[in-house]
Each structure stands twice: as structure tokens, then as C-alpha cells.
């Protein structure tokens, strides 16, 4: 039941964190150049847009699972 409950709080805060955050961010090292012994590499900022709904559906689920877990049989 308890970790029901965490799952779903897990879930929540995540949800809020999308709601929040529309944009996941992270960098990738790629190889520009490879000349024999020479290799220049660049670090490059790559964007992944989160659509609104994934935010508010994992949101409400993380409340639904929340209600439902700390329901007592």
C-alpha cells in the first residue's frame, strides 16, 4: 500500500515537473572532424519538446493512483 502510494506521488510530482518544464535539454558530443590523429569534437545542445497533456495525464494519474492507494480495503 505504502509504495502504491509512492508510486503514485513519484508520478505526480514528475507530472508537475512536465507541467512546469515544457522541454527536456541535453548535450551531445559529436565528432566534427577525424583527420588521422586529428579529432575535433563539439558539444551541441540538443531540445525535446513535452506536450502539455503528457504533464497533466501523468499529473492526474499520480492522484488517481494516491486516492486508490491510501483507500482502506
Known amino acids: 500500500m505504502k509504495g502504491t502510494v509512492l508510486?503514485?506521488?513519484l508520478l505526480l510530482?514528475?507530472?508537475l515537473v512536465g507541467l512546469a518544464?515544457?522541454?527536456i535539454t541535453y548535450t551531445k558530443t559529436e565528432?566534427?572532424?577525424d583527420i588521422g590523429p586529428v579529432e575535433v569534437t563539439a558539444e551541441r545542445e540538443k531540445h525535446v519538446p513535452l506536450p502539455p497533456i503528457v504533464g497533466g495525464l501523468a499529473?492526474?494519474?499520480g492522484l488517481v493512483i494516491i486516492v486508490a492507494g491510501s483507500r482502506k480495503p
Do not use: C, D, H
Open 7 to 9: 508510486l503514485g506521488a
Open 59 to 61: 499529473a492526474i494519474a
Open 13 to 15: 510530482i514528475a507530472g
Open 21 to 23: 518544464s515544457p522541454m
Open 31 to 33: 565528432k566534427v572532424v
